[in-house]
């Protein structure tokens, strides 16, 4: 399948940063599905005074941490020493504190290798797995560790075209007509047997279908009968329809390669039994192929953001949603960041993207 490029337009656009926008930061939280049903920040669950493990892996590296707790802390008090024995291990600014009720480990990076893992401690303190004798107080706390959060990359959306996705292309077709009497779609032939007819669907083998019609049956349940022989046969979504005086059989693709044929059945042939009724000439229409639709697209050719500080700089991706009509902006991982504030200027070349056949 070939393409050509058809130049469109250009256009200029300038964004601003939001808080909203900004990288985020990868966390792990730990909730209590106990009768209590939270970690209450003032509340003193009254732990035996002793030190616990815990291991909290940080964007990747695990720290195996002792925690020194009294049986005076409260929760808030225990989230507070967890998040001082991690920062000594990591010689950074991770938090931990009680969020919602929950006990929430946050990374202090941003981005999509941002992330946070906690488990059962294995240090071997005297208090053993702090988990496990938070579990052990009875049924007031179970100890769940929720689905870790891994950090986002910040992205920056804008609308660029209202037209997207509106030329999609044709499905080719093919129909069955008569010159005398057309086909009325609540018209009852009164036709009783099962009766067989060709379709081939997008240059595809001719499929001979076997059409169980009884006397009862319009031309629209003819129809829909053949449409679910068709759709059986090719795991497709062809459509049969009455259309036009016409039995329409019409391809569930589009593009150059949608096509339809219809060929008389190989035994009880479905069109000879039409040319027997009243006033009734079949016949086949022409094949009428798919066309190709053309895709809006648009390239940057070039994206530059300026801080609060009026610096320039370089290093954010940028792509375009052919079917939303919207462009998104992103950092490049950790190598630039967006900040609050900042302009993001984006020079844009808007093309059509043509099939061929």
Same mark, same amino acid.
């Given at each position: ?6 130049? =469109?337009?250009?256009? +200029? =656009? ?7 926008? @900004?990288?985020?930061?990868?966390? &792990? ?21 002793? #030190? ?12 195996? $941490? &002792?925690?020194? $707790? ?24 991770? +938090? ?9 480990? /946050?990374?202090?990076? *941003?981005?999509? +290798?941002?992330?946070?893992?906690? &488990? ?12 496990? !004798? ?6 007031? !706390?179970? /100890? ?14 804008? %609308? ?12 080719? !077709? ?22 067989? @007819? ?25 129809? %829909? ?75 940057? #050719? ?6 609060? &500080?009026?610096?320039?700089? +370089? ?32 020079? *844009? *070349? ?8």
């Amino acid at each position: 399948m070939k393409q050509f490029t058809s130049f =469109k337009s250009k256009l +200029t =656009k300038v964004v601003k940063i939001e808080a909203g926008d @900004l990288d985020k930061a990868g966390y &792990a939280s730990i909730s209590n599905t106990g009768t209590l049903g939270t970690f209450g920040s003032a509340v003193v669950p009254a732990i035996v005074s002793s #030190t616990y493990d815990i291991d909290i892996t940080v964007d990747g590296t695990i720290r195996k $941490l &002792a925690v020194a $707790l009294l049986n005076t802390d409260s929760w808030s008090s225990v989230a507070t020493k967890i998040q001082s024995a991690l920062r000594t291990a990591t010689s950074k600014l991770e +938090t931990v504190s009680i969020v919602s009720g929950k006990i929430v480990v /946050t990374s202090t990076t *941003l981005g999509s +290798t941002s992330s946070v893992l906690i &488990a059962a401690g294995t240090t071997g303190s005297l208090g053993g797995d702090l988990l496990a !004798y938070i579990d052990s107080i009875g049924a007031t !706390y179970v /100890t769940h560790l929720d689905t870790p959060v891994a950090g986002t990359e910040g992205t920056i959306s804008f %609308a660029v075209d209202s037209n997207a996705n509106k030329d999609l292309g044709t499905a080719g !077709y093919s129909y069955i007509y008569s010159d005398v009497t057309p086909f009325v779609g609540t018209a009852v032939p009164a036709l009783n047997a099962t009766y067989q @007819l060709q379709v081939g669907v997008d240059g595809g083998v001719l499929n001979n279908l076997s059409i169980v019609i009884t006397s009862a049956q319009s031309w629209n349940t003819i129809a %829909a009968t053949i449409q679910t022989a068709l759709r059986s046969a090719t795991s497709g979504t062809e459509v049969v329809s009455i259309s036009n005086g016409r039995i329409l059989i019409t391809s569930g693709t589009v593009g150059t390669s949608s096509k339809i044929v219809i060929k008389e059945g190989l035994a009880n042939g479905l069109l000879a039994i039409i040319a027997t009724l009243t006033d009734y000439n079949p016949n086949v229409g022409p094949v009428v192929s798919g066309r190709s639709g053309s895709t809006q697209d648009y390239v940057a #050719t070039s994206i530059v953001g300026q801080t609060s &500080a009026g610096l320039y700089y +370089t290093g954010l991706i940028g792509s375009y949603n052919k079917t939303t009509g919207v462009y998104t902006i992103s950092d490049n991982l950790a190598v630039t960041n967006m900040a609050a504030g900042d302009f993001i200027y984006v020079n *844009l *070349l808007g093309c059509y993207l043509n099939e061929l056949a």
